[in-house]
């Protein structure tokens, strides 16, 4: 496209936190910027960046000036001028997107000839991967933007990943050698070399994940989704679960992956569309569940028998340490489990064992005055492999320290704190 030349308009550089009174040339992904009312000559080259559609908004600035954003770019200049940008780059929009869709298909041709005797080395190679390392939703969508030509992907903003710099290297150092290993093996044109790995391992991570959710977290719900009459009722089924956080992130991740293998989504191959979707239908569905069960107690509906125990958070802050763990003990209980109190001595960090459908569970359960800290998280870490059970518990009737927290991340021990424990207790005895 020529070259579209404007005058005299802002310029505001976020790098600087400044405006500048500028010259502008526009040439296709390209500004050319020469700076006014400098005493020294300045100019300035910007790149928008290329193969992309730019994301265009314009919003009213002041003195009858407009705001035109093009990506993470700001420009002030006046409503004619604003008007010859927005055309400049809605044209160009649309030359991008046809050049994109010719690409995408050339990705599609590569990626159906080879994406079935591709998907072992796919698997291979996300076993490779630190767990879970797919479950956020702007890492995965920076890849996208980056190594998809997909419609999809312009339709979401930057986002700021400074945090996540060095996870980001090295995905993308470990995407890159799988891409030589493909390109090797299947002759795969440079140009669609990264496009097509990354097709490839979107496919096969609503797999790996599908299946990881199938074998350890589907065997504790009520029913399997081939037992429910709709994908709404294993949500449901989900929702009420005992054994289950429904809103922790790494929970719903695991579900949005293996839900996608169900094609239960408008668009099946974008995790983050997919994700926002779920969790919104999830915390829906637990702020309903919550409500119906605070009406339900006020208004005496949970009918309990002349013999059955009712507790309260205060009842369990006066227990000692033994009463607390045979309470932890009976909790389990209630909730379907097979369960049994450690020896008091020699108990090697956990104190219960609860077991439901070939499952283990080990729970620690500590009765503090004081936040938890990072021992108990230690503890129970260690009772893991000696017990072999396939997920650790630590509950309190107090809060977990901002490190205990931290070690459990890091070592996939599920903390449940006073909050979790006294709804529990309404769901369970109350």
Known sequence: MEQLRINDIFYYDSDEEESHFIDAVFWNNIVDINFKMERITRRKQIDLGENKVFNIRTDNSFDDKIHVTIDNFYFTMSESDSIKV???????????????????????????????????????????????????????????????????SIEYGDTNLSEYKEVIDYINNQLTQLALVLQKDY???????????WKLLKNTIKIYYGVKWSNEYEPLLEKSINDCESVEEYIDTYCRSHDIEPLIIQNLALL?????????????????????????????KMKNIKFANFENSIKGN???SNTEVSYTINDI??????????FVCTLFTKMNYRAEVTKKTGDQGLDVIAEKNGKKIGVQ???????????????????????????IIVVTNNLFTNSAIELAKVNNVVLWDRNILKEKISEIFN
Not at 317 to 326: A, K, Q, V
Request: aromatic letters at 16%.
């Open 86 to 152: 927005i055309k400049y780059y809605e044209d160009y929009n649309k030359i991008i997107a046809e050049e994109l869709v010719i690409k995408e298909n050339e990705v599609d041709k590569v990626y159906n000839a080879i994406v079935e005797e591709t998907q072992d080395m796919c698997i291979n190679f996300l076993s490779m991967l630190p767990d879970a390392i797919f479950f956020n939703e702007d890492i995965h969508i920076f890849f996208n933007k980056v190594y998809s030509f997909e419609k999809i």
């Open 187 to 197: 002759d795969i044109d440079s140009e669609y070399v990264l496009p097509v790995t």
């Open 317 to 326: 802050d006066l227990m000692d340490g033994n009463e607390f763990e045979h």
């Open 256 to 284: 949005t992956y293996y839900l996608m293998n169900y094609q239960s989504f408008d668009n099946n191959d974008f995790f983050p569309l997919c994700f926002r979707t779920l969790a919104e239908i999830v915390s829906n």
């Open 302 to 304: 949970n009918v309990k």
């Open 365 to 391: 359960a500590k009765c503090y005055s004081n936040a938890v800290g990072n021992s108990a998280i230690q503890e129970a870490v260690a009772g893991k492999n000696y017990y072999n059970c396939d997920k």
